[in-house]
């Protein structure tokens, strides 16, 4: 594959690992679609992994094929932004699982069908062991960062603690170093809404109709978690949907439940219903702890990596416990870190949103690491 081809916008390439998994066995070969922006120096020491969330892709700054909406995070990717293509070789690829051109269950197997519930189950480390797959091929060897919010920092803090010398450092925002119960709960009600689907016919609609009723509502219900009360009071209160009165029946008579169907709706065009379900699964299982024999520390003892973590105040998702406790967890093993908790009404979701603040944090350190 001559250099042009494995540079730019919309790639994928087929490596032939195998891969392993954590759940045991290999996967082979494996499929990965992946963006890159800027250039390789001639060291090749400018390289920074873009990790995305659970339903994010790699068109981090590029327009979405599907949706035709811009990139995911321009706001922190892109000319004069922290993340400059002018300076750094901006690597991002679709997590293994998902369904925008990696390996998931939508893909074909060796005999010609879609895996659908064959796919083997998949966990955060299995993800990065792809990442690193993927690196290897485009000649990367170190990265002068890797970045992430919500599943994107628990990739960033699994890179740094699986592959420690090939990362110098990691940018971790309003994520988490194991799911806690609550998380986990969240997660199977979704879970379960798409298999009560009766389109979901055990994993195998690939053909025929999707679960997008299951799917919508999974959605719906995970969104609610990405938002904070306030956000959802200030936009929405009480505030009825289109009409003067209530209907007295179960339309959507307030606004906020028109914002939470049309959340539902305009998912299940982009995405699959299998790989919520695999991803969600990777997510429950995410416990860097428990990897690292129980002592969280003992993930990060004796790295060279920087941190930076960075939460917001009204993240109930990932709150700032959280993220404290990986900062403990960094203090003892002696790492280098540095930790802030910004203030913002859009909870979860703010690390998206326009935040000047988290713009100048990341811009800051990633120069004072450059």
């Keep these: 594959m001559s250099s042009d081809q494995r540079f730019g916008l919309d790639r994928r390439v087929t490596l032939a690992g195998p891969l392993s998994l954590d759940g045991g066995g290999t996967l082979a070969p494996v499929e990965i679609a992946y963006e890159t922006y800027g250039a390789l120096d001639a060291d090749r020491s400018n390289a ?19 949706t035709g909406k811009p990139g995911w995070w321009t706001r922190m990717v892109g ?5 400059d293509p002018a300076r750094h070789f901006v690597v991002c690829a679709n997590v293994l699982g998902s369904c925008m051109g990696s390996s998931g269950p939508a893909s074909m197997g ?3 069908r879609p895996y659908a519930m064959r796919f083997p189950v998949i966990t955060i480390r299995d993800m990065v062991r792809a990442q690193a797959l993927l690196l290897d091929h485009l000649g990367v060897g170190t990265l002068a960062a890797v970045v992430g ?9 699994s890179w740094a603690a699986t592959y420690p010398r090939r990362v110098r450092s990691a940018v971790v925002i309003a994520s988490t170093a194991r799911h806690t119960a609550q998380n986990i709960a969240f997660h199977e009600v979704g879970r379960q809404a798409v298999m ?26 995970a969104h609610i978690t990405y938002l904070s009360e306030a956000g959802l009071t200030e936009k929405f ?22 914002y ?98 988290l713009t100048r944090v990341v811009d800051g350190f990633l120069r004072a690491g450059a």
């Design 260 to 357: 939470l169907r049309h959340q539902g709706i305009s998912f299940v065009d982009r995405f699959d219903a299998n790989s919520y379900l695999y991803i969600t699964r990777a997510m429950d299982y995410f416990d860097l702890a428990e990897e690292h024999g129980g002592l969280l520390a003992d993930a990060f003892r004796g790295t060279a990596t920087r941190f930076c973590l960075v939460s917001f105040d009204t993240d109930w998702l990932y709150p700032t416990a959280e993220s404290r406790r990986v900062v403990h967890a960094l203090n003892a093993a002696g790492a280098a870190a540095s930790f802030v908790e910004l203030s913002s009404p859009f909870g979860h979701d703010a690390f998206l949103l326009d935040s000047p603040e």
């Design 196 to 221: 009560a689907d009766p389109d979901w016919r055990g994993g195998d609609y690939y053909g025929g109709d999707a679960p997008a009723a299951g799917l919508a509502v999974a959605r719906m219900a």
């Design 149 to 157: 919010g919500s599943m994107g920092g628990m990739q960033a803090l």
């Design 79 to 83: 000319e004069g932004r922290p993340i």
């Design 237 to 258: 209160g009480r505030k009825l949907q289109a009409r003067d009165t209530k209907g007295f029946g179960f339309d959507a008579d307030f606004q906020v439940e028109s």
């Design 110 to 112: 060796s005999d010609g």
């Design 48 to 66: 920074v992994l873009i990790c995305h969330a659970l339903t994010g892709d790699q068109h981090v700054a590029s327009v979405h094929p599907r």
